[in-house]
Structures are given as C-alpha cells and as structure tokens.
C-alpha cells in the first residue's frame, strides 16, 4: 500500500507544467487558493501568466457580508495578476443605492490606475450597463468615474484592440470625450472592435451632431462597429468610408421606438460605403419599430443587409401592419440575408404566405426564428420547401401564438409534422417549434 501511495504521488509530482497549467485553468479562485497549499511546483504552476489573461470581475448590488469582499478581491486580483491581463470585463449588477456606486466608483479608481501602471497587455475592456443616466449615480461621482475611465483609456489606447461600453447611457459630450481618449496620444485611433450601442443617454440626435462626427473621424481601423441608428447620418457613412472601408467588416445597428431615426439617409452613401468595403455585413436590430413608412426610411435597398431582427416585445398597435414589410421591404435583400428574426403580436393580421414566400426568395438564409400567430399548417409547408431544397435553412426556431387556453389539438398535429419530416429534422435542421398561449 505504500508503494501504491508512494508511486501515486510520484505521478502528480512529475506531471509537466503545462498539463498542471491546464487542470489549473478549469478551477475557480477557491480552489486555485487551495492548489497553492499543495506544493512548490503547484504553487509555481498556479501563478503561471496564462491562468490569468481573462477576468471577469463582478460587482453585485444586492447588500450583504460577503459582497462586500467583492471590492477588496478585485484589488488584489489586480494587484497580484493585473499584469498579465489581456481580456477584462466589468460587471455591475443590480446597483441599490448611492452609497454602493460612491463605493465602486471607489474602487474601480484604484483598480483602473494600478492596471495602467502595471499592464502591457491588456487588448479587450468591457463595461456593460453602467447606466450612469440613473439617479444612484450622484454628479461628483459620475465626474469622477468618467475622469478616471477617460485616463485609463487613453493610457491604454495604443494597446487596446475591443472596446465594449454598451448600456453607458451617457451625455454627448461625456461619450465623446470617453471615445477621444482612444486617441488622444496620436490623434488618430487603430482599434478594431467598439460596441457604443446604447451608450448615449435615450432621445439623442446624434446623427447631428458636429463633435460625434469628429470623434468618429479619429478612428482608422474598424472591423466591427455595434451602435444606435440615431448615430447614422451620410457624414458618419462618409466618416466610416474614407477611414475604415479597408477593414470594415461589421455594423450592428440597433433602432429603438425611443430613440430618434426620423433623419434622411442617402441610399448614395451607403452604396459608397458598400463599394468601398466590399466585406461589409450590416446587422439590423429593430426594437417596437414596426411602421412601414419608419422601416421603408431605414431600410434601404443599398444597404448590405446580412441579418434583420423585428421585436414588437408583445406590443400589440392596430397602426401597424407587418404585411408590406414581409412582401415589399424584406425581398430587397434576397441576395444577401442570412438570418431573420421576427417577435410580433400580430393578432389582427394573419402572415403565413408571406412569410413563407419571404423565406422561399432569399436564396441564402440559413437562420429563421420566428414568434407570432401562425397557423400550423405553415409548418407542414415550410419543411416541405425544405425537404425538396427550395430553401436552405439549417436553424427554424418556432413559437406559434395561440388565443386559446388548449392547445392541444396544435401540439398533437405539431407532432405528426415531427414525425413526417424527422429524417430531415434529425439530420439537417437545428428546429425548435412550439405552441404559446397569448390570452
């Protein structure tokens, strides 16, 4: 038994570095701690660099004993392996009161000035949903926090390759001055990736202003772009091609019912953009804006539209018919959509030809999710196209409305749809279809 032991513990003791190091990836703070204890070679292994490039450091809102440790852990993390850190994301959930952010805004300042003094490698920075529009966040300490942000951006600016500040909610000016200490050392930005949607406080008309299209002027390398529809004018589509149409591979534009998109676009300026940056895919994320004539606006023939997504968020409006959208707008795009999404009450109206004329005309969608009153039988005819290759879905994600409390007769037919085409389903098909109650 002892030489059992003995040669058991031979075996972890001659185990390479880099297959500890990979155990050791998989293993959270705690138990990392406690492989610390075990060794000198364990201890070495645990403190390996490469156990330490990504970090998410979370703040949760909720009052008690243990999140306050939260605060004192995420300095010591940065101060223990801050250096190595190529990937950070900071999440703030569920803030309660003023005196927690006076607290994080505490701490990230430490956290934020050590990591500038410390680290050569950090690429990729997230801070989602900072909110700073709500009232916990009190103006001397929103000042601050943006101050502190600002430096350490510009600090970073020639390393720094992502840039994630979705959910901000912040003033013009405070956006812009945070987006020009990304270039504040040369003038001129060479990041690749910025995620700015919803970063400006709601009912912004950014698209016009002088100081937003000079900000955007300084960056010279973007691949993917992710901001508002309120941000588009024909100066930022001229901006994007004489800067970034060499690299520019991605814009997701998110339109909200509450942000301003009544400004006139030239389909000309996105046609040149287009033919500047011939790999560009546009990404449409519609949210309650559903009226034809708001869409007909926005959607332009031009546009090198990859994926569209329309959610009414179960808002019913008499005013809006999604039937010119499916049968006038939408076809535009036949050559280049890949995926479409649509979440509509659309109880006044009944859309199973159209959408299944839609799906059959655009020769390259692979992606169908689709929640909404639809009749079963749409189904049944759907996967009929698919099986005789009409189409060439591989993903159908179906939730079929019902005004009725039983829906048992849909489910049961739903299941000889399953069983008539389950050869296809089983082998080709990511599919997911369901009835849902709306009573």
Not at 25 to 42: E, G, I, N, P
Not at 180 to 188: D, F, G, I, V, Y
Request: charged fraction near 25%.
């Amino acid at each position: 038994m002892e030489d059992d032991s003995e040669s058991e513990q031979s075996s972890w003791a001659y185990l390479p570095d880099v297959c500890l190091r990979h155990v050791f990836h998989w293993l959270d703070d705690r138990d990392r701690s406690r492989a610390v204890l075990v060794c000198k070679k364990w201890s070495c292994a645990v403190y390996s660099g490469s156990l330490w490039r990504c970090r998410t450091i979370t703040f949760y809102g909720q009052p008690s004993r243990a999140r306050t440790l939260e605060f004192q852990s995420a300095l010591w993390y940065t101060k223990k392996f801050g250096k190595y850190l190529k990937h950070l994301e900071i999440k703030l959930s569920n803030p309660y009161n003023a005196p927690f952010i006076k607290k994080f805004q505490v701490i990230m300042r430490g956290l934020l000035s050590h990591l500038g003094k410390c680290n050569s490698h950090l690429v990729s920075l997230s801070i989602k949903y900072l909110e700073l529009d709500c009232l916990i966040w009190k103006n001397v300490v929103r000042a601050q926090f943006i101050k502190n942000l600002a430096a350490f951006l510009k600090r970073m600016s020639n390393q720094l390759d992502y840039l994630n500040l979705k959910g901000a909610r912040i003033t013009l000016e405070e956006g812009c001055e945070l987006l020009n200490s990304l270039s504040s050392l040369t003038n001129r930005s060479f990041i690749s990736e910025i995620n700015i949607e919803d970063f400006f406080s709601l009912h912004l008309s950014v698209y016009s202003s002088a100081l937003f299209h000079q900000t955007m002027s300084k960056f010279h390398s973007l691949t993917i772009l992710t901001f508002n529809y309120n941000c588009i004018s024909d100066e930022l589509l001229d901006i994007l091609r004489e800067h970034s149409s060499h690299s520019l591979c991605t814009l997701n534009i998110k339109c909200h019912i509450h942000d301003p998109h009544g400004q006139v676009v030239s389909g000309m300026s996105w046609a040149n953009l287009a033919k500047r940056a011939p790999k560009l895919n546009v990404n449409f994320f519609f949210e309650r804006v559903m009226k034809h004539d708001h869409l007909a606006r926005i959607l332009l023939v031009e546009i090198p539209v990859r994926s569209i997504s329309l959610r009414s968020c179960y808002f019913s409006d008499p005013d809006w018919t999604m039937r010119p959208t499916l049968t006038n707008l939408l076809p535009a795009y036949w050559h280049g959509l890949q995926k479409l999404t649509l979440e509509l009450n659309n109880d006044h109206e009944l859309l199973d030809n159209e959408l299944l004329q839609l799906v059959l005309s655009c020769k390259r969608l692979l992606f169908l999710k689709v929640w909404a009153f639809l009749s079963v039988s749409f189904m049944e005819k759907l996967l009929q196209n698919r099986a005789e290759r009409k189409c060439i879905l591989t993903t159908i994600k179906v939730r079929i409305y019902t005004a009725q409390d039983d829906s048992t007769e849909e489910e049961r037919l739903l299941a000889d749809i399953y069983r008539k085409f389950k050869y296809l389903i089983d082998s080709e098909l990511n599919y997911f279809v369901i009835t849902y109650p709306m009573v």
